[in-house]
Structure formats: structure tokens, C-alpha cells
């Protein structure tokens, strides 16, 4: 059981390290300049784009999209919410669109020292591009928009079934109030969205103990809900430190947050969770495949449950969480004892589980009724996206580029904007269309962030590929789905 659950965890951390041979068809479309594609990418990580600040990069990608023969729609242009598009036909076409996203902002930096370059210099070294926002995700937006590029420019596009949109949005890092979700609300019919592919997973190695050298892609699914509570607490009790009382504020938040924490958790197999195992099983085989396949056998309980207590990554993907991210007093001298207390609590919940619901379940755990529990921000609720027409289209352009990969279907623990597109029933997909290392992973939202040329190309090459596949294919009579996988 050791093994199977090192195998599952490695897959799920993307703890990669990629091997020296990758069966990979780099067929990047003739039509492409690759070296403009890096240029374009270093350039725009050049503009730098905190959240609330996207509007400068925002210009310079609007410029670039006027350079090329497709349709430009800006629908806000402040500088807190700058969102455009670039599209293979007009809006106002009314066909069935298939949108590729990616967002502008990024976090900001948080220690100048341990970048070896410039955040925002964009440097290119020959292998990588560097800076703030290379894969999180201004390198995503690069692959969509030169794919788009390149198949209006290989193709007539007079006829054709779908409209094809890359949208460029902001506030993405700050819960997507200016960017998504602003759009959703105002441009839903306009952008008439059939499928939306955004950030999530990506190709890692070493994932199947059985077949090391083997590609397996993750393509997210569905995404766990997030959750910002905050929980203040005021007593009369106050004074001086050198004699408190026993019952003043910061004690009272103390016991209260060891309560929650120290919860025995549940377990929650999803549809999302129970696919990807049953996927993951099947690509391993043998005796292990059996176990991970059947990971959700009440059988296999004791093992599941000491296994994942172990692994924090395992338990975030099956378990609903609760992180104390912020604990702070109003400004006093340290011998004050101070009459409140906050906490700020960063919650992920599975999928199908009520917001509701879980805030009684916070308030029954922290057992004390003078706390007041306040809503600071949460993510709507969604359904997972099933695996139809479009998951099949995902998976036929990435065998087209690595012919001998598996694509496993999977639940994102974070949070980004499918979350939003699923809750207007849209199908969305998260994954990075490239083969990634553990290394180029760990640098987002971190130090030292960059993206591999050939991850840039990857990209490139496999959204070209599936736009040319979603058009010059009968969609709605392609592919027979398996009931087990649809529910």
C-alpha cells in the first residue's frame, strides 16, 4: 500500500523529474515564427501586471492583437479591469464559441533577492523565458492567441462551425470580481461560450510505477470551492498582560481555532476524485492499477485514511479544508491585553458541498458563541465538467503531439476562472499543453518563475491542434462515451 500511495501522491504534487527521452511530435505549424512567440511573451512579461495594475499589459497585448487579422473586443478598459479578446470571427457572429483563457494580473513579488533575474525583465537564456507571470499564466495566453494566429492564417475561414475567442483577463489572482466574473455577468451571451480551456494541469513523467517513462497529462476537471472567512471575537476582559483575566479575547480565538483544527476530517470521493483514480488505475495495471482504481472501497478505508493524514497534497484533493492564514490584534503596546481578535480562515471545499452547510460546520466546531463568522469571499459552487465531446478533443490533439501519453481526468485543489465558467454550466477544462518539471511548477507564485521553449511550443502546438480538430470535425457524432465515466 506504501507504494501505491507514493505512486498516487507523486502524480498528484507534480513531483516530476523528466527523463532524458519523451516520445513528443513538435510539429509546430510552419505558419509560426517560434522566435516572435518568444519575443511577444518576453515583452509582455515585461509590462508588469500586479492585480489591479493589469492595464498597461493589457494595451500592449490589445496592440499586438491590431497587428494581426483577428477581431479585437475590448470590453472594459480600466485599470483595475481591462479585459479584451481576440477572435476568428466577430462576436456578433453568433456562432458557438470555443474559449481559450488566460488571465493577466500576477501576484506580486514578494523577495526581489532570490530572483536570479529581473521579475519583469522577461530574460530569455536560450532555454527559458523568465519573470513574473511566465507560466501563471501570461505564457498560456501567449500559446492560445499565436495557435489562433496561425490556424486563421493556414486556413479559410469562411465557413467553419465554431467561432474560436482567446480572452485575456484580469483579477484572476483576486477572485475574478473585475475580470470573469464581470464579463459573465455583462458579455455571457455575447461571448456565447460552448467550451472554455484555462489554466489547470499539465504532463508530468515518472507518474506510473509500472511505466516511468510515460507521459501522463492532467486535465482538471473540476475545482475544490474557496472560502475566506474571518472570525473575530470581542470580550471586555482587558488589561495588562502581567495579570489577564482567564477568559480574555486572544484565549477565547485560540481554543476556538485548536478546536477546528484538531477536527477528525471526512473522507469525500467525488465524481471527479473516484475518475481519476479509475483512470489512473487503468493506466498503471497489474495488482497496483486494482488498488488505485478502487481507491474508494469502504474495504480500503484504515489504509486510505492513515495514508492521506500523512500527506497534506492528498488530503487537500479528498478532504474539506480549513487554513489559518491571518491572526491579528488592533495596534497596542505588548503588555496590553487587548479587548478583540481576529483570524482570517482560508477554506477549500469538494465539490458539492454547501458554503452554508460548511460555516455551521465551523461554527458548531469552534464552540463559542461570541464569535462572529463573516464572509470575506467565496468562489461560486459549480458542478465538475463531464468528459464529452470537448475532453475528447483535448485528449486526441495531446496524443497528436505525444502519441503515447495517458490524460487523466482530475480535481484542481486551487481555484481559478473554470470555476466561474462552470457555474453558468459551461464545460471547462484546465492544463497547460506541455510536459512541465517539478522545478518550473514550484516557481509559481514563487521566486525564479520561468517557462521552458519547449513547453512554449508544446502549447502552441497542441491548442493549434485542437482548434483544427474542433472545426474540421462532426461534432456532435464523433465519440461514444462510457456511462461509468460520464457519472
Known sequence: MRLIFFTLFTFLISSVVVAQKISYSDSLPKSISFQESIDLLSAYIQRESVSGSEKEAAIFIEDYILTTDLHLRVFSNFSDNYNLAASLYPLSSGKPNIIL???????PIDDLDR????????????????????????????????????????YDTTELPYNVTVLFLSAEETGGKNGARYLMNNFKDELNAAVVLGEGGAGYQNV??????????????????????????????????????????????????????????????????????????????????????NINWSILAPFVRKQIEREPFLS????????????????????????????????????????????RYIERKLDNENIEI????????????????????????????????????FLFPAT????????????????????????????????????????????????????????????????????????
Not at 101 to 107: E, G, L, R, T
Not at 124 to 143: E, F, P, Q, T, W
Not at 380 to 396: C, D, F, G, Q, W
Not at 398 to 409: D, F, G, H, K, Q
Open 101 to 107: 483563457q488566460s488571465h493577466i494580473d500576477v501576484v
Open 115 to 154: 530572483w536570479k533575474h529581473d521579475p519583469y525583465s522577461g530574460h530569455y537564456d536560450g532555454s527559458y523565458v523568465h519573470g513574473r507571470g511566465a507560466l501563471d499564466a501570461k505564457g498560456l495566453g501567449i500559446m492560445q492567441i499565436k495557435a489562433l494566429e496561425a490556424f486563421q492564417h493556414d
Open 208 to 293: 506510473l510505477k509500472n511505466y516511468p517513462d510515460k507521459v501522463v497529462f492532467g486535465v482538471s476537471v473540476a475545482e475544490k470551492q474557496s472560502l475566506w472567512l474571518q472570525l473575530k471575537i470581542n470580550s471586555n476582559s482587558a488589561g495588562h498582560g502581567a495579570a489577564p483575566s482567564n477568559n480574555y479575547a486572544n484565549m477565547q480565538l485560540i481554543n476556538s481555532l485548536n478546536n477546528l483544527t484538531n477536527r477528525k476530517v471526512i473522507l469525500f470521493f467525488n465524481r471527479s476524485t473516484r475518475q481519476m483514480f479509475r483512470r489512473l488505475g487503468r493506466a498503471e495495471g497489474g495488482v497496483r492499477g486494482f488498488f488505485i482504481r
Open 316 to 359: 487537500s484533493l479528498l478532504t474539506n479544508t480549513v487554513t489559518v492564514t491571518n491572526i491579528y490584534n488592533p495596534p497596542g503596546p505588548p503588555n496590553q491585553v487587548s479587548t478583540s481578535a481576529t483570524a482570517v480562515l482560508d477554506c477549500r471545499l469538494v465539490p458539492g458541498t454547501s458554503s452554508k452547510s460548511f460555516i
Open 374 to 409: 463573516s464572509v470575506i469571499a467565496e468562489s461560486p459552487e459549480a458542478e465538475p465538467s463531464k468528459l464529452n465531446k470537448y475532453y475528447k478533443v483535448i485528449e486526441k490533439s495531446i496524443s497528436v503531439s505525444y502519441p503515447e501519453a495517458e490524460t487523466i481526468p
Open 416 to 487: 481559478s476562472d473554470n470555476s466561474l465558467f462552470r457555474s453558468y454550466d459551461i464545460p471547462s477544462y484546465g492544463f497547460i499543453p506541455a510536459v512541465v518539471t517539478e522545478r518550473d511548477i514550484n516557481s509559481i507564485h514563487g521566486s525564479n518563475e520561468r517557462i521552458g521553449v519547449e513547453v512554449l511550443k508544446s502549447g502552441i502546438t497542441i491548442y493549434y491542434n485542437f482548434i483544427k480538430e474542433i472545426q474540421f470535425k462532426e461534432p456532435f457524432s464523433l465519440f461514444n462515451l462510457n456511462n461509468d465515466e460520464e457519472n
